[in-house]
């Protein structure tokens, strides 16, 4: 299993310009979930997905779109950079459950974006 | 999720124990008690979760108080390898799929 990849590892866009971070998990895993890390801090949540057709917003999701057409799935979209979406992006996947006790998410390596 | 309290950073010289401290004195019956770590340049990776007793497999242990209201993580020999952000995080035992809520963590720094 590759686990969760990411592509690109790093993009440079200009303000204004729109882009898809791309995430593909090969585990089967219902649940993705996009963070963003800014320097020094932890993760934020953007965005989420419970499985194919479904997703709902997190803390942060003004200015990204996303859509769950395949459980492997689950692009990002920038709609129109900002340097305050200057970011590290990572992507996360994990088994759907039950309960939310024990299940382990799974993150990818992801995406340096500087917005200029 | 309630919320966790951790200290900003620790040193710990190689090869000794070290003792990851996690503050959640909200935390309700029903709530798991997760660590994760986040190596440089990395993704999260979990560590280990635990309810209400000590656990314990083949990264570290977690020690919980009996009341809950606090948590350890334990590494019982670090390495450089385990220089990274830990977190600490709560999550509710609930229907569905719940997102991890990240606080800042604790930057673990490992002496040679």
């Known amino acids: 299993n590759a686990g969760v990849t990411q592509t690109p590892k790093f993009q440079v866009l200009k303000t204004g310009q729109s882009m898809t971070l791309q995430c593909a998990q090969d585990?089967?895993?219902?649940?993705m979930s996009w963070y963003r890390q800014d320097p020094g801090m932890g993760l934020r949540l953007i965005h989420y997905?419970?499985?194919?057709?479904?997703?709902d917003q997190g803390e942060v999701p003004n200015g990204y779109n996303v859509s769950r057409s395949t459980t492997e799935d689950f692009p990002l979209r920038l709609l129109s950079a900002a340097p305050s979406q200057t970011s590290v992006y990572f992507c996360?996947?994990?088994?759907?459950?039950?309960?939310?006790?024990?299940?382990?998410?799974?993150f990818g390596p992801g995406t340096r974006l500087l917005v200029l | 999720d309630a919320k966790t309290t951790q200290p900003n950073s620790m040193e710990s010289n190689e090869e000794e124990p070290v003792h990851l401290p996690c503050n959640h004195s909200?935390?309700?019956?029903?709530?798991?008690i997760h660590w994760y770590r986040q190596l440089p340049s990395q993704g999260p990776e979990y560590v280990i979760h635990?309810?209400?007793s000590n656990v314990n497999n083949r990264m570290a242990s977690l020690a919980i108080a009996e009341d809950r209201k606090s948590s350890t993580l334990i590494l019982h020999r670090a390495t450089l390898r385990d220089a990274a952000v830990y977190y600490c995080?709560?999550?509710?035992?609930?229907?569905?799929?719940?997102?991890?809520?990240f606080g800042k963590g604790t930057r673990l720094s490992v002496i040679a």
């Open positions: 996360a996947s994990s088994k759907r459950i039950l309960a939310g006790r024990g299940e382990t998410q799974y």
């Open positions: 585990m089967n895993h219902e649940y």
């Open positions: 997905s419970v499985g194919a057709g479904i997703t």
């Open positions: 909200t935390i309700s019956g029903t709530d798991y």
């Open positions: 635990g309810l209400t």
């Open positions: 995080i709560l999550r509710r035992l609930i229907s569905g799929n719940t997102p991890l809520v």
